[in-house]
T-cell receptor, first 115, second 113 residues
Framework: AQSVTQPDIHITVSEGASLELRCNYS??????LFWYVQSPGQGLQLLLK??????LVQGIKGFEAEFKRSQSSFNLRKPSVHWSDAAEYFC?????????????FGKGTKLSVIP | DTAVSQTPKYLVTQMGNDKSIKCEQN?????MYWYKQDSKKFLKIMFS???????INETVPNRFSPKSPDKAHLNLHINSLELGDSAVYFC????????????FGPGTRLTVL
């Protein structure tokens, strides 16, 4: 069965600083990987996804993520954080099993931004 | 235009009651899902529903039952509510391809007193 680990429960960065959120996955085949963001009281919004091809994926709001098969990682990065980026970030792996396609989420990383 | 909508946004009820949460998607998707997000923000799949085929997560109690009147709707019925059912419930939808993104609704915060 697939699994996702987000090692950092809470990260605090200063506005304008760079950001990297870590994600490690476990899956036997080629993974489909996603990063979602959840603002307080809101639903989940897709930031970016990786299926194949270029291992560096660009997303919305200036985010990017790099797939590293050798490290089973899919870390999310942003060069300069804005106060509005404060939210909960979820990494997920998609897989087909038991006749359906499902997302397995990590436990999330809460990002706080200091003005 | 809201892609995936849920009603109500908040639901407060007593233990033992039966309640429903409605979900509608206007994206023309084939598959719909229900997720539960617990107090620690952990998201877990409860059901997926495609072409009248229901896939149930084995850990979901049979008090929970999804009902789909048509392809655009997947409602969640919960019988005999328990304190542990308090959570945020998210509906999502996607196409059938493994490359299709899942789009999430805004969530329904259920509080059982």
């Amino acid at each position: 069965a697939q699994s996702v680990t987000q090692p950092d429960i809470h990260i605090t960065v200063s506005e304008g600083a760079s950001l990297e959120l870590r994600c490690n996955y476990s899956y036997g085949a080629t993974p489909y990987l996603f990063w979602y963001v959840q603002s307080p009281g809101q639903g989940l919004q897709l930031l970016l996804k990786y299926f194949s091809g270029d291992t560096l994926v660009q997303g919305i709001k200036g985010f990017e993520a790099e797939f590293k098969r050798s490290q089973s990682s899919f870390n999310l990065r942003k060069p300069s954080v804005h106060w509005s980026d404060a939210a909960e970030y979820f990494c997920a792996v998609g897989a087909r099993g038991a006749g359906s396609y499902q997302l397995t989420f990590g436990k999330g990383t809460k990002l706080s931004v200091i003005p | 235009d809201t892609a995936v909508s849920q009603t109500p946004k908040y639901l407060v009820t007593q233990m033992g009651n039966d309640k429903s949460i409605k979900c509608e998607q206007n994206l023309g998707h084939d598959t719909m899902y229900w997720y539960k997000q617990d107090s620690k923000k952990f998201l877990k799949i409860m059901f997926s529903y495609n072409n009248k085929e229901l896939i149930i997560n084995e850990t979901v109690p049979n008090r929970f039952s999804p009902k789909s009147p048509d392809k655009a709707h997947l409602n969640l019925h919960i019988n005999s509510l328990e304190l542990g059912d308090s959570a945020v419930y998210f509906c999502a939808s996607s196409g059938w391809s493994t490359q299709d993104t899942q789009y999430f609704g805004p969530g329904t915060r259920l509080t059982v007193l």
